[in-house]
């Protein structure tokens, strides 16, 4: 199956939806996301990251644990570290989060205003788009075993040329075995590929 990445008509729709914007991590395993979709205010994406929030979070709490969706305003479980209230300091003032998909690939979005609590009709189409893209973004298909060899060789840290004296082929045959990689695990870079393909236990 081919990914279609194509998620304007989603992202713009979204956007309508949550003005202050989204965090879609789709097929989290790990706590690795297979893909992100982020419209958050880059202020809030920052402070999150570095306060390391995400495993303090409980928005996070909650949809790791239950399936559907709740607004931000009946999550019951303790937040010590005044997240939600930091939140609304950056804009995100209310919102509400979707979950679904297993455990072991569980898709988490997040929408949020500034101005008013979602509608239950909102909240419908909210869930439905990120269902949707649940449903349309799959782990890829495995690798080849010449592919997996170079990753996994790449990731050990050999630089190029030595990982192709390793596998007793040319730079140029190993380059093509990276870019095949790439295009089969939709990655931008080399890293990327790594990552999404150690977080997919392809390599």
Same mark, same amino acid.
């Given at each position: 199956m081919v990914w279609d990445l194509s998620f304007e008509h989603e992202c713009a729709e979204l956007k309508q939806l949550?003005? *202050?914007? =989204?965090? #879609?991590?789709?097929?989290?395993?790990? %706590? %690795?996301? !297979?893909?992100?979709?982020l419209d958050y205010p880059d202020s809030w994406v920052a402070h999150y990251r570095a306060q390391v929030y995400g495993l303090r979070d409980p928005v996070v709490a909650w949809?790791? +644990?239950? *399936?559907?969706?709740? &607004?931000? +305003?009946? #999550?019951t479980l303790p937040d010590p570290f005044d997240i939600l209230g930091q939140a609304r300091a950056h804009g995100l003032a209310y919102g509400a989060t979707v979950s679904?998909?297993?455990l072991d690939a569980r898709t988490i979005g997040s929408v949020a205003r500034s101005d008013r609590e979602f509608s239950e009709e909102e909240l419908v189409r909210v869930e439905f788009l990120i %269902?949707? !893209?649940?449903?349309? *973004? &799959?782990p890829p298909r495995p690798l080849s075993t010449a592919q997996v060899e170079?990753?996994? !060789? #790449?990731?050990?840290? =050999?630089? =190029?040329?030595e990982a192709a004296d390793a596998l007793q082929i040319s730079q140029s045959a190993l380059k093509a075995r990276i870019t095949a990689a790439r295009q089969h695990l939709y990655a931008r870079t080399t890293a990327e590929a790594i990552q999404r393909a150690a977080s997919c236990d392809l390599i």
């Open positions: 949550a003005p *202050v914007g =989204y965090d #879609i991590a789709l097929h989290t395993k790990d %706590t %690795t996301p !297979l893909h992100r979709l949809a790791l +644990s239950e *399936v559907g969706f709740l &607004r931000w +305003s009946a #999550i679904t998909g297993p %269902t949707d !893209l649940h449903r349309r *973004v &799959r170079a990753l996994r !060789l #790449i990731a050990k840290g =050999y630089r =190029y040329a």
